[in-house]
């Protein structure tokens, strides 16, 4: 008797199991995939953590993440495994405009749902692009910059601009933005070739070295991200020249830029909000059958001495 109560209670137990396997794969209705960039910068890992933590709220999404490692063709093989595996939607943060502008397209006309983030591709063959606008934060760069330096119709001095990644969508819309401002105040010199700093602090260390051996006079120093503008200080210190110049950057997040700040490393940063948790918001609102926006555009905001102390103490930290 003791024996069949023992077969009995295991033929249970696994009935049991067997339903709630079932019934987990059926509750995770959508599988989504998402191809990020890199992981290697805090901007990333943030986007990654909101991103995440989104997904999680929602039983019936089931997220697959791949990390480029940096390279376009990682990426482009990621987006080909999420089409043979059927996912139901992929999001994607793409390293460059062009090169996964074709497997993106592909996928979107196999009626797969494709939400681009961050930065944009060649065409708009997608569902959805959600980001900051880049034309209009480099402008808002400009403007400060150009109040930096005197005012407008007054305004003096020497830049160093540090291109982000040229071949992506961000580095050429903030200096776009940026150009159409002080190209139109004649006491505003722009210091020599454009430089891709690919968005990386050693690389932007290198160019700022560089430019301060090239140039005798740098009053202002304008990288696309926080990491590259934090790796221009640190060339100028190492010469001891961070006193006389003004670094600005784009990004504002608590960790990074808004702490450079409230240093006194950084004069301004600009914030570049992290796109992850709207993008989930938006996939599943797509999958669920609503139409959705073409293009979300999400907001920024100049953080310098003014703001960035009250920033960090709403973000826990004020040390
Ligand atoms: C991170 C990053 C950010 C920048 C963004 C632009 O990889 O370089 O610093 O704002 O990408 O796409």
Redesign the pocket.
Known sequence: MHYFKRILLLMITLCLSINMTAYASMAKKYVIGFSQ??TT?P??LLFNKELRAEAEKYPEIQLIVRDGNDNINKQISDVEDFIRMKVDAILI?PKTAKEPTAVLNKAYHAKIPVIVL??DIDNDQYSQFIGGDNKIIGKAVGEYIVNLLGGKGKAKGNIVEIW?GKR?S??QDRHSGFYNVIKQEPGIRLLGEAKDGD?KQDKAYEIMADAIEQFPKIDIVYA????MAFGAYMAAKDVGLHKLIKFLG??GIPVEGVRWVNDGILTATFL?KTPGDEGIRQALRILQGESVQKRISLPTLVIDKNNAGTILKQNGLNR
């Open positions: 960039v890199t910068e901007w990333r943060s961050d930065r982000g992506s961000p580095a968005w696309h991200n926080d990491p784009i990004d570049y």
